[in-house]
Structures are given as structure tokens and as C-alpha cells.
């Protein structure tokens, strides 16, 4: 064995591989063409402050899992843990807002995140991803739901469940943070430590936590949909109709949130079936949300988006 081998949870692409991930990537801007997205590019290594502005320094990307150092001229940089905030920079950066809205944007390439390695988990991990930005509509969000459900379908990923969830406007979710916390505070002491921690800094975190999972307390939480405003349920109720006369099958989740904080209203997740066709809770294949106030959170105007990211080994 070599002495000098590839990082832990990092690996190469061999000669052998290069059929399957030409397939992955051809397929993918096919498709994204065939529904008017155009290719970005942009930097493996970004300013640490656009993800620690748009992420969340509690979030675990920020907080844990992201590789930070100093460039030679005392800039500090962090290596791109997801692919969202990067092309808004660069939405921003290029004045992007004055092209016809909205822009439809995707790309391809390596994210990096200090996870610990696992089946599905790698610290670097290759993406495709799609952005709408500009269009605040519920149509937008089918949209991109409908571009993930055809990348997926081309692929040969045919049993795929789509869970869709909403998690309302920020003004809904800080009278939502109020009620979940006063549900879980008499169960404080039997939650994990993480979501002890997530109780202070961001308990929508709490209901999908893979530790407290099977908490009576996280499963009878109170639902978010109960507590939407009559926006925020009709510009739901919208997405849910548009999915159904594009004929892509969902089923309704409530305790889906993701995990980066800049997400509002409309949330999804793909995942392989169980053996009863249902969804398994393996690992997530693709997600994606609404981030309307994610360009805001970078110094730029309020500029709505939404957009999903899915994993090209987890596919593979």
C-alpha cells in the first residue's frame, strides 16, 4: 500500500467510474437546458462569510463541519460546504438582478464538509444543483421541484419519494419557535445534546434530529402547517397544486426543515423507498427550499430564490 493516500473520506475518480459520472453530468444539463438553466462555475474556496452570513453560525455546517483557513495574505477562506450561497454571491457580485427575472442557473461540482465518514457521508462530496432567482411564485418552487423530479426520472431513479414540507415566513417561524419551545422545555433533560443545544439556537432543528428521532417528544411536537399564516398555507397549497397537474407524486411531511437556516416557506426532500414503497428515512438523495432572504443576508437587496442541491454519489 502506498504511504501517501487520498484524505479520509475524500476519494478519486478512476478511469472506471468515468462512464457513470459522464451519464450523472450529461444528463443533468440536458435536461436543465430543456427547462432554460443556464451553467455557473464558481470557486471551490469563498470568503468564510458568505456561508457563515447565510448558513447560520449555529447550523452544523458552519459550526462543525466546515474546513476554514488563512490565505498567505491573512484573508480567511473557507472551501464552498454547499453550492446555494456561492452562486448567489456571484448573482449578486456579477448584477445579475438587472437580466430578466428570474435567472435559472445550474452546476456540478465538489462541496467539502469535515463530516465524519460514514455510508453516504463523504467530506468531499460532489453536487448538481439548479437556482431560480428572481421569482418569489409558489411556480417557481414546482418548477425547480419538477426539474429534480425529471434529472431523477432520466436517470433511471424511478421510485424516488418526493416529501415536501412548508416552514413559513420568518414571522411564522419566530411564533412557531415560541410554542416548540415551550412544548420540549419539560423534556429538556431527555433530549441529546445536540438538540440541547439546538433548543436556544434553533429548535425546528430538534424535529429532524437523527438521535431524538424516536423521541415521544419530537413525535408528538406540534405541527408547523398548524401554525402557518394564510399566506404561507395558500402559497403552499399552490405548490401542491401545480405538482399534481405536472403529475409528480408527494407526500406531505411536517417535520422536514433542513438544515441551513436561510430556508422559508416551501422545503423537499427525496429519499429511496422502504420495502413498503414508502419513504425509508435513509439518506437524503436530493433536497432543496425556498431562500428569500438569502441575497439580503449578503448585502444585497431582498431578492426571492429557491433551488435544490442532490448528491452525485448518493445517486450513483
Request: net charge negative; hydrophobic share 35%.
Amino acid at each position: 500500500m502506498a504511504d501517501l493516500q487520498a484524505p479520509r473520506g475524500m476519494s478519486d475518480l478512476l478511469p472506471e467510474d468515468e462512464a457513470a459520472w459522464r451519464f450523472v453530468r450529461d444528463t443533468t444539463e440536458r435536461v436543465a437546458g430543456l427547462f432554460g438553466y443556464s451553467l455557473i462555475a464558481t470557486p471551490i474556496a469563498e470568503d468564510v462569510r458568505v456561508f457563515a452570513r447565510t448558513s447560520g453560525d449555529e447550523s452544523d455546517i458552519v459550526s462543525k463541519e466546515m474546513y476554514v483557513f488563512q490565505d498567505r495574505g491573512g484573508g480567511e477562506l473557507a472551501l464552498r460546504p454547499e453550492g446555494t450561497a456561492s452562486v448567489c454571491r456571484a448573482y449578486l457580485e456579477h448584477g445579475m438582478a438587472s437580466r430578466p427575472q428570474p435567472v435559472r442557473l445550474y452546476y456540478f461540482g465538489p462541496m467539502f464538509r469535515y463530516d465524519r465518514p460514514q455510508a453516504g457521508r463523504y467530506r468531499q462530496l460532489w453536487q448538481l444543483g439548479a437556482e431560480c432567482i428572481g421569482d418569489a411564485s409558489p411556480a417557481a418552487d414546482a418548477e425547480v421541484i419538477e426539474l429534480q423530479h425529471a434529472i431523477f426520472r432520466e436517470l433511471g431513479l424511478h421510485d424516488l419519494v418526493l416529501r415536501i414540507n412548508s416552514i413559513g415566513s420568518a414571522e411564522t417561524r419566530r411564533n412557531y419557535v415560541e410554542r416548540l419551545q415551550e412544548h420540549f422545555h419539560p423534556h429538556f433533560d431527555t433530549l441529546s445534546r445536540d438538540s440541547q443545544r439546538r433548543f436556544e439556537t434553533n429548535p425546528l432543528r430538534i424535529l429532524d434530529s437523527k438521535e431524538d428521532a424516536a423521541h415521544p417528544a419530537v413525535l408528538e411536537a406540534p405541527s408547523i402547517l398548524d401554525h402557518l399564516s394564510a399566506e404561507d398555507a395558500e402559497h403552499f397549497a399552490t405548490v401542491r397544486s401545480l405538482l399534481d397537474a405536472a403529475g409528480v407524486a408527494y407526500e406531505v411531511a411536517p417535520r422536514i426543515v433542513r438544515g441551513l437556516d436561510y430556508y422559508a416557506r416551501t422545503v423537499w426532500e427525496f429519499e429511496p423507498p422502504s420495502e413498503d414503497g414508502e419513504a425509508g428515512g435513509q439518506s437524503t438523495v436530493g433536497a432543496g427550499g425556498r431562500y428569500d432572504g438569502l441575497i439580503e443576508l449578503l448585502g444585497g437587496p431582498p431578492t426571492p430564490g429557491t433551488g435544490f442541491a442532490t448528491g452525485i454519489e448518493r445517486t450513483l
